[in-house]
């Protein structure tokens, strides 16, 4: 178990000084996808009837055509590669693909329905060298709608409490059971008991526009937000989830195809799971140009849009462009000059914001982005 946790504590700091690496390339410039989601298998194990990113029959995706996106998005310049499904675990090469993307330098993540987990499962993507897994727990009870369910999850997440040397994180949907929004809430308790961290995220239409949330669901979704204790949290400091619950549309520049790509079994660049079939373009000839071009283009789908990974990774360009507005935006009791600014924050601030620095500033900032390989 000592050796478990020793391992977990190294792998921790390590995971941790590449996302700090990629959190300084996405501000340094945005010629790069800062996140790809990639498909490895449409088929699912179970049937969610919110879902349509499923079938019961679909091939896995052929290793070597992963392989082949993994090298081309590692050309791109991509820091994070999510693999998804279906159900990812469904693929039977799934920790060489996990391999893959670790050998090209870029963070590698999975969403999961969990079913499949076992505890030599989870070692086994120790070994693969997997950065994070993320669950979605719909309710406590399986039913019509969903079968990701605590009752049949709980004991997978006490494997991956004990086994996992990976971030585990547990995602509830708020509004996913419709007439049992505390199930959420409850679900977020769990992970936080278990040591896990959990993330909340809206229920959404085929489209991606958020379903209207009660007043009950909105305090759910409230008390989930306090139960996360990190001080830069997107689960807390997020302005578009407070605006879309109440029905408020918001203003933000949605840089899919551009920072964030979403690869589908075929090989195809998709803005993200809502918006497939734009642009439509093979990966395999995706250029600095398509970046650019459609990191520029406004899409009409944004106001209402509740793809948070997304909006987070927009977040970054809004950051380098704008950055009084957008720390403004995001942490609006302190405000933009105020000191109480959560501490990654301020270092972000020092580094990529610096205002005549002393020399002893500019010191810091030299050795700091050495020390992230960003000079
Ligand atoms: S587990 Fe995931 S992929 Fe499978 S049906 Fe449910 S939401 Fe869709
Ligand atoms: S705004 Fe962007 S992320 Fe949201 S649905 Fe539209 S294309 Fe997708």
């Given at each position: 178990?000592?050796?478990?946790?020793?391992?977990?504590?190294?792998?921790?700091?390590?995971?941790?000084?590449?996302?700090?690496?990629?959190?300084?390339?996405?501000?340094?410039?945005?010629?790069?996808?800062?996140?790809?989601?990639?498909?490895?298998?449409?088929?699912?194990?179970?049937?969610?009837?919110?879902?349509?990113?499923?079938?019961?029959?679909?091939?896995?995706?052929?290793?070597?055509?992963?392989?082949?996106?993994?090298?081309?998005?590692?050309?791109?310049?991509?820091?994070?590669?999510?693999?998804?499904?279906?159900?990812?675990?469904?693929?039977?090469?799934?920790?060489?693909?996990?391999?893959?993307?670790?050998?090209?330098?870029?963070?590698?993540?999975?969403?999961?329905?969990?079913?499949?987990?076992?505890?030599?499962?989870?070692?086994?993507?120790?070994?693969?060298?997997?950065?994070?897994?993320?669950?979605?727990?719909?309710?406590?009870?399986?039913?019509?709608?969903?079968?990701?369910?605590?009752?049949?999850?709980?004991?997978?997440?006490?494997?991956?409490?004990?086994?996992?040397?990976?971030?585990?994180?547990?995602?509830?949907?708020?509004?996913?059971?419709?007439?049992?929004?505390?199930?959420?809430?409850?679900?977020?308790?769990?992970?936080?008991?278990?040591?896990?961290?959990?993330?909340?995220?809206?229920?959404?239409?085929?489209?991606?526009?958020?379903q209207p949330l009660s007043a009950r669901h909105q305090s759910v979704l409230q008390e989930i937000e306090s139960l996360s204790s990190s001080r830069f949290s997107f689960?807390?400091?997020?302005?578009?989830?407070?605006?879309?619950?109440?029905?408020?549309?918001?203003?933000?520049?949605?840089?899919?195809?551009?920072?964030?790509?979403?690869?589908?079994?075929?090989?195809?660049?998709?803005?993200?799971?809502?918006?497939?079939?734009?642009?439509?373009?093979?990966?395999?000839?995706?250029?600095?140009?398509d970046i650019e071009r459609e990191s520029e283009r406004v899409k009409g789908c944004a106001p209402y849009c509740t793809i948070f990974c997304v909006q987070r990774v927009?977040?970054?360009?809004?950051?380098?462009?704008?950055?009084?507005?957008?720390?403004?935006?995001?942490?609006?009791?302190?405000?933009?000059?105020?000191?109480?600014?959560?501490?990654?924050?301020?270092?972000?601030?020092?580094?990529?914001?610096?205002?005549?620095?002393?020399?002893?500033?500019?010191?810091?900032?030299?050795?700091?982005?050495?020390?992230?390989?960003?000079?």
């Amino acid at each position: 178990m000592l050796k478990i946790h020793l391992r977990r504590a190294v792998k921790d700091w390590h995971r941790t000084y590449r996302e700090a690496r990629m959190v300084a390339l996405a501000l340094k410039s945005s010629d790069h996808p800062v996140l790809a989601h990639v498909v490895v298998t449409r088929r699912c194990n179970i049937a969610c009837a919110y879902c349509n990113e499923f079938d019961d029959f679909s091939k896995p995706v052929p290793t070597e055509d992963l392989a082949r996106r993994i090298d081309q998005l590692a050309r791109l310049g991509t820091t994070i590669v999510t693999l998804t499904g279906g159900e990812p675990l469904l693929h039977p090469e799934l920790d060489d693909v996990i391999r893959r993307v670790r050998a090209r330098g870029m963070i590698a993540i999975l969403v999961t329905n969990g079913y499949l987990l076992t505890i030599e499962r989870i070692k086994r993507l120790n070994r693969a060298g997997l950065d994070r897994l993320q669950i979605s727990v719909d309710n406590i009870q399986p039913d019509a709608v969903s079968k990701k369910s605590l009752k049949v999850l709980d004991l997978k997440l006490r494997w991956l409490a004990q086994f996992a040397e990976f971030q585990v994180s547990i995602h509830s949907v708020v509004g996913a059971s419709y007439d049992r929004p505390e199930d959420a809430l409850e679900i977020a308790r769990r992970a936080h008991e278990l040591g896990l961290v959990s993330t909340a995220g809206i229920v959404h239409d085929a489209s991606g526009r958020i379903q209207p949330l009660s007043a009950r669901h909105q305090s759910v979704l409230q008390e989930i937000e306090s139960l996360s204790s990190s001080r830069f949290s997107f689960v807390r400091h997020n302005p578009w989830a407070r605006n879309l619950v109440q029905g408020l549309p918001n203003q933000w520049h949605c840089t899919a195809g551009g920072r964030h790509l979403y690869i589908c079994e075929d090989g195809l660049v998709h803005y993200c799971l809502a918006q497939r079939g734009h642009p439509g373009i093979p990966l395999s000839q995706y250029t600095l140009k398509d970046i650019e071009r459609e990191s520029e283009r406004v899409k009409g789908c944004a106001p209402y849009c509740t793809i948070f990974c997304v909006q987070r990774v927009a977040w970054f360009d809004h950051l380098r462009t704008h950055p009084k507005q957008a720390l403004a935006e995001f942490f609006p009791a302190a405000g933009a000059q105020n000191p109480t600014l959560p501490r990654p924050v301020q270092m972000l601030k020092a580094l990529f914001m610096p205002r005549r620095a002393p020399s002893s500033g500019r010191f810091f900032r030299k050795a700091a982005l050495r020390i992230l390989k960003v000079d």
